[in-house]
């Protein structure tokens, strides 16, 4: 069975005053195939340094990551990342955004259009493969995000605040459809987000990281995105265990704002 190891990952940024930050320290996890994972913690905790070091972006200080076996050593198709916005290619139409990938690996037409036409289906866009990215709302610029992400058939999706820049219903809508393409395609995700809501919703483990230096504080095992896979989220979010972990986690990372901003203070005095 592939799995995703983040090998007791370390890192630490030099900064040109010679001081430094130590954004990880120490992370180890374990992805099995097919598991989605939420992660949250405050600003600067290290979210998305990690996420960079697992897409091949960053070199950590020390550790590794280690995918089905093999050492990550820089980005490949096998990792395929989901920003907050902005990452799609603008002039282009939604069908040539979603074939992108599978283009550049020198595919013929034949062989990715079934495919394509497939994800744009799954993601509700068959009726705009030809629109301009420029003429979609964010909503949809970020279904085809998803849709491009996924015809590269990645072993990992990792997802830095995908859903952030979204309206509140809207964001609802792609809640569920994340959830849909997890449980379709059976990838291993991680998803970042600033939203206890979402951790809970999206997260059937949720990572709680900690800042100063960036760690892990606290992880969960959660039902919710399994049941959220064919229920109606609203219905998801009256049981009554999902209202207890949301005030729980709340005032975990209420507490780490807390407690940042009174070493913000005390190291301005
Ligand atoms: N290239 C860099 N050079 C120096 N410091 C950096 C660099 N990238 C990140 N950092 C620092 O590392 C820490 C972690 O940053 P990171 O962006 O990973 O946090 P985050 O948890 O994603 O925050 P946010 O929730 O605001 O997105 C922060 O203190 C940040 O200032
Ligand atoms: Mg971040």
Not at 198 to 212: C, F, N, S
Not at 241 to 266: F, N, P, V
Request: with cysteine; glycine share 8%; charged share 25%.
């Amino acid at each position: 069975m592939s799995s995703l190891l983040i090998d007791d990952i370390s890192m630490r940024f030099y900064l040109p005053d010679n001081s430094h930050v130590q954004a990880l320290e120490d992370i180890t996890l374990e992805l099995k195939s097919g598991e989605l994972m939420s992660v949250l913690g405050p600003s600067g905790c290290g979210k998305t340094t990690l996420l960079n070091i697992v897409a091949g972006f960053l070199a950590p200080t020390s550790g590794k990551i280690i995918l089905n076996g093999k050492t990550v050593t820089g980005p490949d198709a096998e990792r395929g990342m989901v920003f907050q916005q902005g990452a799609l290619f603008e002039w282009m139409s939604v069908r040539d955004n979603v074939s992108f990938g599978p283009r550049m690996k020198g595919q013929q037409a034949s062989e990715y259009t079934e495919n394509v036409d497939h994800l744009l289906d799954v993601v509700g866009l068959a009726a705009f493969k030809e629109k301009s990215v420029y003429e979609l709302s964010g909503g949809m610029q970020q279904r085809v995000a998803l849709a491009r992400c996924l015809a590269n058939d990645p072993d990992v999706i990792l997802m830095d605040e995908p859903l952030g820049a979204l309206d509140a219903l809207t964001r609802e809508k792609m809640q569920s459809l994340v959830l849909k393409l997890w449980k379709e395609t059976g990838k291993t995700i991680i998803l970042i987000t600033h939203s206890v809501e979402e951790a809970l919703l999206l997260g059937e483990r949720l990572l709680v990281m900690a800042p100063r230096p960036g760690r892990i504080h606290k992880e969960y095992r959660l039902p919710f995105a399994d049941m959220g896979v064919d229920a109606d989220l609203r219905e998801v979010k009256k049981h009554p265990d999902y209202s207890a972990k949301r005030e729980e986690i709340l005032s975990m990372i209420w507490d780490m704002e807390e407690e940042i901003m009174g070493r913000g203070e005390e190291e301005a005095s």
